[in-house]
C-alpha cells in the first residue's frame, strides 16, 4: 500500500517512482518515528490554519483525522530515516528559495520583453538539449524539475531516475546556463555530501 | 500600505497580461506553454501577495488567520502550476507532437 | 480601493476572454488544455479579488483554495487521459 502511495505521487515526473529503495525492501527498514512526528506537526498546523476555530471539539477532531493520516502514510511526506538528516537540510532550504524567486523575476522580464516584441518570431529560436545530472535523491531531482519548469524560458519534459533531463528551451540565452548554477544549489541544499 | 498594494496589483495584471498575449501570439504547443505556465504563476504570487497585504491592514487574529491561508494558496500555486505544466507537456511529448523550430518559420 | 480591486478583476475577466480565444480555437487538444489551465490559475485571482469587494475575504479564501486544487486536478487528469490519443493530432507522429 505505501510503495503504491509512493508510486502515485512520483508519477508526474516520468520514470521516477519506484526507485527510493528499488522494489520492496528485503527486511523492514527500521521504523522512522522522527519523520512521522514531523509529518504530523506539519498537518497539525495545516489544520489550525484551514479550520480556523480554536474550541475543543474540532482541535480534537483534527487530533484524531491528524494522527490517522500519520499513521498511514507517514513516510511519505519525509522519506528520511536519520534523525539529524532533517534538521541538516532546513537552512540550506531556507537559503534556497530566495534565490530561486530571484531567478523567476529576472527570467519572467525576459519572457514579457520576448512576448512584447514586435518581431517575437525572429527572436525566439526553440530548441531541445539534453544533459545528466549527478542528483542522487528522489527529492533533489523533483526540485531540480520544477525549478527548471519555473525559471521561464525552460520546460522539463523528460526526467528519468538517473538524472537524464530533456529541457524545452525558448531561446539560446535561456538554454546556456543549464544546469550550472542550480544544479549547484541543490545539491547543496538537498544532497548529502 | 496602499501604494504597495497598488504596485504589486500593477505588476501582477502586467505579468497576467504578459501570459495571456503569449498565448496568443507565440506559433506552437511547447513555446506557448512557455507564458502560460509561469508568468501566470509569478502574476498570481504577486497579486495573492497583494491581497493578503490589504488584508492586515487592520490587524486582527481572524485577518491573520485567512492571511496564513491566503498564503497556503502561494504554495500550492508554486508545486502545482510547474506539475500541471510538466503534465500537459508530457502529454504532448508522448503524443509525439513535433516542436517548432526555426526552419519551419516559411510555413 | 474597492474601485482598484474592480477594475483589476474586470481586467482579468478580459485576460479571461484573450485565454478563451486559444481554448475555443486552438488547434489541438493540449493548446485548448492550455487555455484552460491558464484560466483557472486567473480564476483563483479572481475570486479572492471578488472576496475584498464584497469584504467576505474569509469565506472566498476557502473557494479559492478549493478552486486551485480541483483546477490542477482537472487539467492533470484531461492530459493523462489525452496522451494516448495519437490520431487527434495534426502533426505526424516523431520520434
Known amino acids: 500500500m505505501k510503495e503504491h502511495l509512493a508510486e502515485v505521487k512520483t508519477l508526474h515526473l516520468g520514470n521516477v517512482s519506484g526507485s527510493r529503495s528499488g522494489g520492496l525492501p528485503e527486511h523492514p527498514a527500521p521504523r522512522p518515528i522522527f519523520s512521522r512526528i514531523i509529518t504530523f506537526i506539519v498537518l497539525i498546523g495545516v489544520w489550525v490554519i484551514l479550520s480556523g476555530k480554536f474550541d475543543l471539539f474540532h482541535l480534537s477532531l483534527g487530533l484524531i483525522s491528524c494522527a490517522i493520516v500519520t499513521i498511514l502514510s507517514g513516510d511519505l511526506l519525509f522519506p528520511e530515516t536519520r534523525t539529524g538528516g532533517l534538521f541538516r537540510h532546513i537552512l540550506p532550504v531556507i537559503n534556497y528559495v530566495p534565490w530561486l524567486l530571484y531567478q523567476v523575476v529576472l527570467a ?27 542528483l542522487k535523491k528522489e527529492i533533489s531531482l523533483v526540485t531540480f524539475a520544477n525549478s527548471i519548469t519555473l525559471t521561464p524560458g525552460t520546460i522539463t519534459m523528460y526526467v528519468s531516475v538517473e538524472g537524464a533531463f530533456q529541457v524545452h528551451a525558448i531561446d539560446k540565452a535561456s538554454a546556456d546556463p543549464l544546469p550550472g548554477e542550480m544544479e549547484r544549489r541543490i545539491a547543496r541544499a538537498f544532497e548529502d555530501e | 500600505m496602499d501604494i504597495i498594494v497598488v504596485f504589486l496589483i500593477i505588476c501582477g495584471l502586467v505579468f497576467f497580461t504578459g501570459g495571456a498575449v503569449g498565448i496568443l501570439r507565440f ?22 501577495l497583494a ?32 506539475t500541471a505544466t510538466h503534465a500537459i507537456v508530457d502529454a504532448g511529448f508522448r503524443a509525439g507532437m513535433r516542436p517548432w523550430t526555426k526552419k519551419d518559420k516559411g510555413k | 480601493m474597492v474601485n482598484v480591486f474592480l477594475y483589476a478583476g474586470l481586467f482579468l475577466c478580459l485576460l479571461m476572454v484573450a485565454s478563451l480565444y486559444r481554448s475555443v480555437f486552438g488547434p489541438t487538444v493540449l493548446d485548448r488544455l492550455i487555455g484552460v489551465n491558464a484560466i483557472g490559475s486567473k480564476t483563483v485571482i479572481l475570486l479572492l479579488l471578488i472576496g475584498l469587494i464584497y469584504e467576505r475575504l474569509d469565506m472566498f479564501v476557502d473557494i479559492a483554495l478549493a478552486y486551485a486544487l480541483l483546477n490542477f486536478m482537472a487539467v492533470l487528469a484531461a492530459s493523462r487521459y489525452f496522451q494516448k490519443r495519437k490520431g487527434l493530432y495534426e502533426e505526424p507522429p516523431y520520434k
Not at chain 1, 110 to 126: G, K, Q, S, W
Not at chain 2, 27 to 48: C, E, I, N, Q
Open chain 2, 27 to 48: 506559433p506552437d504547443f511547447y513555446t506557448r506553454l512557455h507564458p502560460a505556465g509561469k508568468m501566470d504563476t509569478l502574476g498570481s504570487f504577486l497579486m495573492v
Open chain 1, 108 to 134: 519572467n522580464l525576459h519572457i514579457l520583453y520576448l512576448v512584447f516584441h514586435p518581431r517575437m518570431m525572429e527572436l525566439i529560436d526553440p530548441q531541445i538539449i539534453r544533459f545528466d545530472s549527478t
Open chain 2, 51 to 82: 491581497v493578503s497585504l490589504f488584508n492586515l491592514r487592520e490587524f486582527s487574529w481572524a485577518a491573520v488567520l485567512t492571511s496564513l491561508k491566503i498564503l497556503l494558496i502561494v504554495l500550492f500555486i508554486f508545486i502545482l502550476n510547474p
